[in-house]
């Protein structure tokens, strides 16, 4: 990227992503966040922000339990996602009822996002990337690009009203799971309660067995070195890294692709 690209992605930006006062988390399934963003998120509900997640699907696969019907596995991811959204100080969470394994629409997506968007009025939204090139998750790519829209129209007033929906512009939208961030926040101090957070999906990450404790390790030693070498690359001992995008890049900015 040459000087010029990077001053005009530099100008068109204003404010910090951590300057707002509500944030709106966006999950493909109930452990997403956690993963992706779960520093930030107790960073900023550590400085008093007003945190929501909102989670898109069931997560019914991610118990592999014959024992078990669909909707006790979806009861259980449930409980589990509440206890670790506590755990991280996030007060409410809301889950949409589509079934996880990609079999929906990305626009009836984008419609519950948006009507979430409309009657929450976050600052910023916070979402898997739907561009990264290794994703094969269908839920995690139809989340994103769902995000992107209903962050999209939040920022248009007709749209938002022919939808019969409050006019809610967001400042911006913060993809996580990205190969390509470009925005970083300080997350010295929040590494253990992400990871607390994590073990708190007990379905997900039992860590019962060997095999289970050595998996949860590798996982752990994934996300410190991750939170380091974003940390170094933004002049701070430890961070997590976001591709950011506003109302002005999110469309006809192709710098913001670079």
Known sequence: MSIIDKLLIKVSRSGKLTDGRKYLFIGPHPDDIEIGAGETVYKLTK???????????DGRYGIDDELLSDEEKITVRKKESMASATLLGVKEIEFLPFCDGG???????????????????PDY??????????????????????????????????????????????KGIAFYFTSRPDTYVKTTGCGAARLQSILLHKSQF????????????????????????????SFRFRAEGFRYLNQVQAHCFPESGL
């Open 125 to 170: 939204v916070f979402a898997p990337d739907p561009y990264v090139s290794s994703e094969l998750h269908t839920d995690h790519v139809k989340a994103g690009l769902a995000a992107a829209r209903a962050f999209l129209r939040s920022g248009v007033p007709a749209q938002m009203r022919e939808s019969g929906l409050e006019f809610s512009p967001v």
């Open 103 to 121: 079999d929906y629409d990305v626009e009836n997506l984008s419609k519950e996002i948006q009507k979430v968007i409309s009657a929450y009025k």
């Open 47 to 57: 400085k008093g922000k007003e945190v929501k997640f909102l989670i898109c699907t």
């Open 206 to 233: 039992p860590c019962k067995t060997e095999e289970e404790k050595a998996y949860f390790k590798a996982l752990t030693f994934y996300l410190n070195l991750r939170a380091t070498r974003f940390g170094w690359k």
